[in-house]
């Protein structure tokens, strides 16, 4: 396991924190209090050590092919259905949704191998991230990859506690399947729009992983 480049600093605030914290307590309430110094070292160890977690990237043995979608985020499956995509297509698309919770590991990986040919990130509001119209009404960053079977939609979408979206990919750029796409801070949501019928190999409940998951295959 490795700590993702993003948490540099917010990991580094947190170790500053738990000393200045805990440096207080020692010469200020250990001698009056001492489970209430220990309780407050217990308390920023345990928020220290969520945020390296959060930032974890974890060793996988990662998934490729050229028939396969992969899925880009760890997380939760749930929304497998066909909507109308206002925002590049214009018209009927096949949409997969992944919720990813605070413990889920939050780096985004590309589903597909490809040109990068649409990559724009759009400012909104901050709604839970399964609320239905996270998708178009939140912060979110939109990427479509083309390869020989057709275009793959990624949005990758704030939720109510993510703050930053980070993307790498630039229009014109080859991306290989299952690279680094981004990251997303503190839980969130990412869609992955596919050309309707395509064989999805997942269903509504199931736990996913990014990078490793075969959503869906090109018929």
Do not use: C
Not at 73 to 97: C, M, P
């Amino acid at each position: 396991m490795t700590v993702h480049r993003e948490g540099y600093k917010t990991i580094a605030i947190g170790a500053l924190a738990f000393a200045v914290i805990n440096l207080i307590s020692f010469y200020f309430i250990s001698a009056h209090a001492a489970w209430l110094s220990g309780l407050i070292f217990l308390l920023t160890l345990i928020v220290e050590l969520f945020l390296i977690s959060f930032f974890r990237i974890p060793v996988r043995k990662l998934s490729t092919g050229e028939d396969l979608i992969i899925a880009p985020a760890d997380g939760k499956l749930v929304v497998i259905e066909e909507t109308t995509d206002a925002e590049y297509f214009k018209d009927r698309r096949l949409q997969l949704s992944i919720f990813m919770s605070p413990a889920n590991v939050h780096q985004n990986r590309n589903p597909v191998a490809g040109e990068v040919v649409y990559s724009q990130y759009h400012q909104g509001k901050y709604l839970v991230a399964w609320h239905p119209k996270s998708s178009t009404e939140n912060e979110r960053h939109s990427v479509v990859i083309r390869n020989a079977h057709g275009d793959v939609l990624v949005k990758q979408i704030a939720g109510a506690l993510a703050r930053r979206i980070v993307n790498y990919l630039v229009v014109g750029h080859k991306t290989e399947q299952s690279a680094e796409m981004g990251f997303i801070k503190f839980g969130s949501r990412v869609d992955v729009l596919l050309p309707p019928g395509v064989e999805v190999q997942v269903r509504i409940g199931q736990t996913v992983q990014g990078g490793v998951t075969v959503l869906a295959k090109w018929k």
